[in-house]
């Protein structure tokens, strides 16, 4: 059976089929979807479902003949999971997002140290274009440092044809296996062959102190092991099937790997021929010798970092990549022609390219997982589209709180989620932001610095990524003794990446009960003696207690509680309206919230819209966006919204 599948999904296909058991990830986009598509499968579940009595959870274990999935706090707690699976005897999977990886490379480098015993693979999707990330990194420099085999498929079918083939490779090599995916990969569509479920039995665990555990006298013969397989790997590599010669007979090749193959595809067609590497690390030697010897011409298409192209070059390769292409962003169908159509062209290989480049009703379509290039007369009405940046929804729980401070002129450390949209306009109410966890020790190491600004600075961070890794640094707070105040946005759900449950929000992956962390005690208990709740609906309540915990001499926590508005669950009042006492004073557009706007007064003649630029603007609520929060009401001094 065939089926039309986004990357992820197939990637979640592929554990399922190649008899995967158990998946730990933190969500991160764009990775989240392959663990919530591969929950899909876990009805038979390697635990019973749930059950929560007198407080407790329990969990009954069964046969491992499914898939077990979870959320885990952070990347590090995910992949630990996943590699104490394996060394149990399973095979496990970790899914993260670039930046992700740099918090799982602590147990990722001493995996590759113990190597495995059922197969682990881990996903990492690298965000090129900064789609929703805080930077561009390219991850196959964690695979090359830690001497872990990384694969990149380069679309859908290959997501799940890789995955299978990694689990494969990882028992065969006693290593874990990285498979890189971009934005682009993971989300796009293409055909993906179905096929039914290999149940892996459990491998025994035979106890093996100087495979498993990492002292010094052990962990310096499992690098000798680690170089031995590095080079057993580059051979693989040579003769692999996963790397793919496409001979064309031309004067020019083109080495390229992932989504970039199909970029190239696009916009050059067979006038080129192609070297698609599908193992991006270690990388052969022979073979790409063998591919050059045969071109005139080597250009190097990859996306972020010039890796490939410098390992071509260290091994005598005359090619040409970055110098052409750059470092930053996404590569496209149209860059790709743009900055190699002059030179192609004298050659008379790319007739067919320019062809379609004239004629603005052609699109390109070479197979079907490629994207489709846009013509000109898409390009020029794209760039008359206003800009519509983004902005926290109407009714979303963190606007009050933001708009307190912004008011307030309190400097804030900001963290990584949905609220970090507070930095922008109107409300301008955020200074700096990081990586997830380090609001709160930047907090402290500014209060260090300058401790007379303890009264003045506050930092923010949200219950998810509280519980990934602001825990530690709230633990630094009480421990180093910094009049620290943070704010726990406590929104009951992990917001930015689509709604996912974690430890505060008393479900699982699955929506099944589970035990739920109290913030509360839990700031208690790690030392904080000052934790209070507040509703950031309500405006004068969370300013009185901002303003009275930047005032104490003392760490102190505020949680300020409300569930996301898009929940749903959630229960919205009915939405609030302008009467006729508006002067139109615009206080209430502080807040930024998107249900309301100022217009000037229209007319329409004969089917013909004029505005009056003369006219008084006047302030409108849009009653489809608007959740009745109130908050605005609160800012009107004239009593001009009602609901």
């Given at each position: 059976?065939?089926?039309?599948?986004?990357?992820?999904?197939?990637?979640?296909?592929?554990?399922?089929?190649?008899?995967?058991?158990i998946v730990s990830s933190y969500p991160g986009?764009?990775?989240?979807?392959?663990?919530?598509?591969?929950?899909?499968?876990?009805?038979?579940?390697?635990?019973?479902?749930?059950?929560?009595?007198?407080?407790?959870?329990?969990?009954?274990?069964?046969?491992?003949?499914t898939v077990y999935a979870e959320w885990a706090?952070?990347?590090?707690?995910?992949?630990?999971?996943?590699?104490?699976?394996?060394?149990?005897?399973?095979?496990?999977?970790?899914?993260?997002?670039?930046?992700?990886?740099?918090?799982?490379?602590?147990?990722?480098?001493?995996?590759?140290?113990?190597?495995?015993?059922?197969?682990?693979?881990?996903?990492?999707?690298?965000?090129?274009?900064?789609?929703?990330?805080?930077?561009?990194?390219?991850?196959?420099?964690?695979?090359?440092?830690?001497?872990?085999?990384?694969?990149?498929?380069?679309?859908?079918?290959?997501?799940?044809?890789?995955?299978?083939?990694?689990?494969?490779?990882?028992?065969?090599?006693?290593?874990?296996?990285?498979?890189?995916?971009?934005?682009?990969?993971?989300?796009?569509?293409?055909?993906?062959?179905?096929?039914?479920?290999?149940?892996?039995?459990?491998?025994?665990?035979?106890?093996?102190?100087?495979?498993?555990?990492?002292?010094?006298?052990?962990?310096?013969?499992?690098?000798?092991?680690?170089?031995?397989?590095?080079?057993?790997?580059?051979?693989?590599?040579?003769?692999?099937?996963?790397?793919?010669?496409?001979?064309?007979?031309?004067?020019?090749?083109?080495?390229?790997?992932?989504?970039?193959?199909?970029?190239?595809?696009?916009?050059?067609?067979?006038?080129?021929?192609?070297?698609?590497?599908?193992?991006?690390?270690?990388?052969?030697?022979?073979?790409?010798?063998?591919?050059?010897?045969?071109?005139?011409?080597?250009?190097?298409?990859?996306?972020?970092?010039?890796?490939?192209?410098?390992?071509?070059?260290?091994?005598?390769?005359?090619?040409?990549?970055?110098?052409?292409?750059?470092?930053?962003?996404?590569?496209?169908?149209?860059?790709?022609?743009?900055?190699?159509?002059?030179?192609?062209?004298?050659?008379?290989?790319?007739?067919?390219?320019?062809?379609?480049?004239?004629?603005?009703?052609?699109?390109?379509?070479?197979?079907?997982?490629?994207?489709?290039?846009?013509?000109?007369?898409?390009?020029?009405?794209?760039?008359?589209?206003?800009?519509?940046?983004?902005?926290?929804?109407?009714?979303?729980?963190?606007?009050?709180?933001?708009?307190?401070?912004?008011?307030?002129?309190?400097?804030?450390?900001?963290?990584?989620?949905?609220?970090?949209?507070?930095?922008?306009?109107?409300?301008?109410?955020?200074?700096?932001?990081?990586?997830?966890?380090?609001?709160?020790?930047?907090?402290?190491?500014?209060?260090?610095?300058?401790?007379?600004?303890?009264?003045?600075?506050?930092?923010?961070?949200?219950?998810?990524?509280?519980?990934?890794?602001?825990?530690?640094?709230?633990?630094?707070?009480?421990?180093?003794?910094?009049?620290?105040?943070?704010?726990?946005?406590?929104?009951?759900?992990?917001?930015?990446?689509?709604?996912?449950?974690?430890?505060?929000?008393?479900?699982?992956?699955?929506?099944?009960?589970?035990?739920?962390?109290?913030?509360?005690?839990?700031?208690?208990?790690?030392?904080?003696?000052?934790?209070?709740?507040?509703?950031?609906?309500?405006?004068?309540?969370?300013?009185?207690?901002?303003?009275?915990?930047?005032?104490?001499?003392?760490?102190?926590?505020?949680?300020?509680?409300?569930?996301?508005?898009?929940?749903?669950?959630?229960?919205?009042?009915?939405?609030?309206?302008?009467?006729?006492?508006?002067?139109?004073?615009?206080?209430?557009?502080?807040?930024?919230?998107?249900?309301?706007?100022?217009?000037?007064?229209?007319?329409?003649?004969?089917?013909?819209?004029?505005?009056?630029?003369?006219?008084?603007?006047?302030?409108?609520?849009?009653?489809?966006?608007?959740?009745?929060?109130?908050?605005?009401?609160?800012?009107?001094?004239?009593?001009?919204?009602?609901?």
């Amino acid at each position: 059976m065939k089926k039309l599948l986004i990357g992820n999904e197939a990637f979640a296909r592929g554990l399922y089929e190649a008899g995967c058991s158990i998946v730990s990830s933190y969500p991160g986009t764009p990775s989240t979807e392959i663990t919530e598509f591969v929950a899909k499968y876990c009805d038979g579940d390697y635990f019973e479902k749930a059950k929560l009595e007198n407080g407790l959870v329990t969990l009954e274990q069964t046969a491992l003949n499914t898939v077990y999935a979870e959320w885990a706090p952070n990347e590090k707690v995910a992949l630990e999971t996943a590699l104490g699976a394996s060394i149990a005897g399973a095979r496990s999977f970790c899914g993260m997002k670039h930046v992700g990886l740099n918090v799982a490379a602590d147990p990722l480098y001493t995996a590759s140290y113990t190597g495995v015993n059922g197969g682990l693979v881990i996903a990492v999707a690298d965000d090129s274009g900064m789609h929703s990330s805080q930077n561009e990194q390219d991850s196959r420099h964690h695979a090359i440092a830690s001497k872990v085999p990384m694969l990149e498929p380069s679309d859908s079918h290959e997501c799940k044809e890789f995955v299978k083939l990694a689990f494969s490779l990882s028992e065969q090599f006693d290593t874990p296996v990285i498979v890189r995916l971009s934005t682009r990969v993971a989300h796009s569509q293409s055909i993906v062959d179905i096929c039914e479920r290999k149940n892996v039995p459990l491998k025994e665990y035979v106890k093996n102190p100087q495979k498993y555990v990492m002292m010094p006298a052990f962990a310096k013969l499992r690098h000798v092991f680690v170089e031995e397989r590095t080079q057993k790997l580059i051979k693989y590599a040579e003769k692999s099937s996963l790397n793919v010669v496409e001979d064309n007979n031309t004067e020019i090749g083109v080495i390229t790997n992932g989504i970039s193959y199909q970029y190239a595809k696009d916009a050059l067609g067979d006038n080129v021929s192609y070297l698609k590497l599908g193992i991006v690390n270690p990388l052969p030697v022979q073979l790409l010798l063998d591919f050059a010897e045969k071109h005139k011409t080597i250009y190097v298409l990859e996306e972020l970092d010039g890796i490939i192209e410098q390992h071509c070059k260290s091994i005598g390769i005359d090619c040409k990549g970055k110098e052409i292409f750059g470092y930053i962003g996404e590569l496209s169908q149209n860059i790709i022609r743009e900055k190699l159509a002059d030179v192609i062209n004298n050659s008379n290989q790319i007739t067919a390219c320019e062809s379609e480049l004239n004629n603005d009703t052609v699109s390109l379509t070479v197979r079907e997982s490629r994207l489709t290039v846009k013509s000109n007369d898409d390009a020029k009405t794209h760039a008359n589209v206003v800009g519509r940046p983004p902005v926290m929804c109407a009714g979303c729980p963190h606007r009050g709180v933001f708009y307190v401070l912004s008011k307030n002129k309190v400097q804030v450390s900001g963290d990584i989620g949905c609220y970090t949209l507070g930095a922008g306009a109107p409300l301008f109410a955020m200074d700096t932001t990081i990586c997830m966890g380090a609001s709160i020790s930047a907090l402290h190491g500014m209060n260090k610095a300058n401790p007379q600004n303890e009264s003045k600075t506050v930092a923010v961070i949200g219950d998810s990524t509280f519980i990934h890794s602001g825990i530690n640094s709230l633990i630094n707070v009480a421990y180093n003794a910094t009049n620290s105040t943070v704010l726990i946005l406590d929104n009951s759900i992990t917001g930015m990446t689509g709604h996912q449950q974690n430890p505060t929000t008393g479900k699982n992956l699955k929506g099944e009960p589970a035990n739920k962390i109290d913030l509360v005690a839990l700031c208690k208990a790690v030392g904080i003696e000052r934790v209070r709740v507040v509703d950031p609906y309500n405006l004068e309540e969370t300013e009185n207690a901002i303003k009275e915990e930047l005032a104490i001499s003392s760490p102190s926590v505020i949680i300020s509680r409300r569930p996301c508005a898009l929940l749903k669950y959630v229960k919205h009042n009915a939405p609030f309206s302008i009467n006729d006492n508006c002067k139109s004073c615009k206080a209430c557009l502080k807040i930024g919230c998107p249900a309301i706007s100022v217009d000037n007064e229209l007319t329409i003649d004969n089917g013909q819209c004029t505005i009056d630029n003369n006219s008084k603007p006047r302030v409108k609520i849009n009653n489809t966006q608007c959740v009745g929060c109130g908050v605005c009401k609160g800012l009107c001094k004239f009593g001009a919204i009602e609901g």
